[in-house]
């Protein structure tokens, strides 16, 4: 079975430059995650989507990111403009709630880098 | 508030040493709780989880982890660490069908020759 796959696993940009992140869950997986991972931190929910619904971004600072999950698979996260202190690990995960009990499985993420 | 503690930001046995990783959470139920392991540039792999019945849960790798209720602590350890196992190591806890996982700051392990 193929894991969480996200797209790509590293980018370097300038800051004010837009960014995008694409990640492809487990198939199968209703529910998917973004989460931010700073340096030295632990990771830290960004935005939850069942399906196609994004029931929890309270997180998500939706003057500059956005995300979507069209079709309720594969999903987006975007930043723009980005800025310095958006340098982290952007980690998708996945997890079908019908499982009991639920697990999320993590993709490897990917590691922007805002000059 | 709800949260998860690690103490311990960074830990060094030597290889074959015994291992214990410390957390504690603070919930007004009982959270499910999870250990899971980083390697440099990888993302989380699942170690083991708690949901319910015998407090004492083994995992891969030879981890285990015990959840002690009156102390809200779910401590993880490994009898004999293998180089291998130098990694980053999370505690996590969840509620509510796991929607809503809290990470604490993570514990660094180096293991020396």
């Known amino acids: 079975e193929a894991g969480v796959v996200q797209s790509p696993r590293y980018k370097i940009i300038e800051k004010k430059q837009p960014v995008a992140f694409w990640c492809n869950p487990i198939?199968?997986?209703?529910?998917l995650y973004w989460y931010l991972q700073n340096l030295g931190q632990g990771p830290e929910l960004l935005i939850r989507?069942?399906?196609?619904?994004?029931?929890?971004d309270s997180q998500l600072p939706k003057d500059r990111f956005s995300a979507e999950r069209l079709k309720g698979v594969d999903s987006t996260l975007k930043i723009q403009p980005a800025e310095l202190g958006d340098s982290a690990v952007y980690l998708c995960?996945?997890?079908?709630?019908?499982?009991?009990?639920?697990?999320?499985?993590f993709g490897p993420g990917t590691r922007l880098t805002v000059t | 508030a709800q949260s998860v503690t690690q103490p311990d930001i960074h830990i060094t046995v030597s290889e074959g040493a015994s291992l214990e990783l410390r957390c504690n959470y603070s919930?007004?139920?009982?959270?499910?709780l999870f250990w899971y392991v980083q390697s440099p540039g990888q993302g989380l792999q699942l170690l083991l989880k708690y949901f319910s019945g015998d407090t004492l849960v083994q995992g891969i790798k030879g981890f285990e982890a015990e959840f002690k209720r009156s102390q809200s602590s779910f401590n993880l350890r490994k009898p004999s660490v293998h180089w291998s196992d130098a990694a980053e190591y999370f505690c996590a806890v969840a509620l509510y069908n796991n929607n809503d996982m809290r990470f604490g700051a993570g514990t660094r392990l180096t293991v020396k020759p």
């Open positions: 989507y069942e399906n196609e619904e994004a029931v929890d």
């Open positions: 995960a996945s997890s079908n709630l019908e499982q009991d009990p639920p697990e999320q499985y």
């Open positions: 919930y007004g139920a009982t959270p499910y």
């Open positions: 198939s199968g997986h209703n529910t």
